[in-house]
């Protein structure tokens, strides 16, 4: 018998969340996804969840039926209530979310499978014949205690990764700085006389840095961070001015590989926004025919970001208030 879902200081008999039901943007459904299109060639989707939304001990339990019973264990054996709601909504969100693209009519979360990479990357692993050929889905999970997000592509990797606007780093930022991050960016840092800025600033360039180790594939240990640098062309030309100085389109970023030509700076483009006002996200991908037609590699992207609660609302908050587009992909 499956054990139940419980966290403390929720209230019983309480098994809906309040809904503020816009016609135009949200559904609610106890069992149902809505379906959507895969992505095009040149497009990003995101969806994230905030875990302070998910308040439903039955919507809860909703998620742990449609995780296998490894997965299960490994959630409800992990120590606090945020880290095992946060690592809960994670796997329900990447499993709803790929299901919504429906492909080859499977949409049912719970018989999706995963399999990792070589540096421990999940992957779909698609049940198809030999002769057929692999749905050309990607994807990528990021979370925190406080929100939790996953990024979808067609026929390109993808790196995301989000963090706390406001969250706070117990080291000196330069001394850290100076023991992940190459002498680039630790002078562009360093130059930032604030200390509340260049925080800010040290957390998006994190960021990206992580949502770029993803796209390869590679993790922090394939790729460490000294091995290459984020470089904001805008805000190296504009002499060391914040990102927030500058609009998005004034700002191109752009990286340096140190050690592998082979991860060309011209093969990967980046988008770098706040979401819910509280969130950085950084998304990192991989141009479409990289080595093959210009034109085509260096076409601008599009993003479309939805806020979703699994099996209960979905929003589309692209062009809202909920996002914020720093630089980058819009």
Known sequence: MQAPFRLSGMRRGVSKMKLHCFERTFFHSSSSLTPIQLPSPMETHLWYVKPSEVKSGSLLNQYLDILPPCERENV?????????????????????????????????PRSLKFRKNLHGKPEVQWQFRDDQHPPPLHFNISHTTSLVACGVTTNAQIGIDVEEKHRSIKHNILSFARRYFSKHEVQFLAAISDPQVQRME????WTLKEAYVKALGKGFSGAPFKTFTIRFKGVMEGGFNTLEDLSPKASEIVVDSFDDLADLTSNWQFSLLELANSHYAAICTEKHGAGSDEGKRNAPGKLTVWKTVPFLEDECVSGTAAVKIICGVQ
């Open 76 to 108: 409800l054996q992990m120590r606090g209530e945020e880290l095992r709601k946060s690592a809960l909504l994670a796997r329900a969100l990447v499993r709803t979310t790929i299901a919504r693209y429906q492909i080859n009519s499977h949409s049912n």
């Open 202 to 205: 040290f957390i998006k360039l």
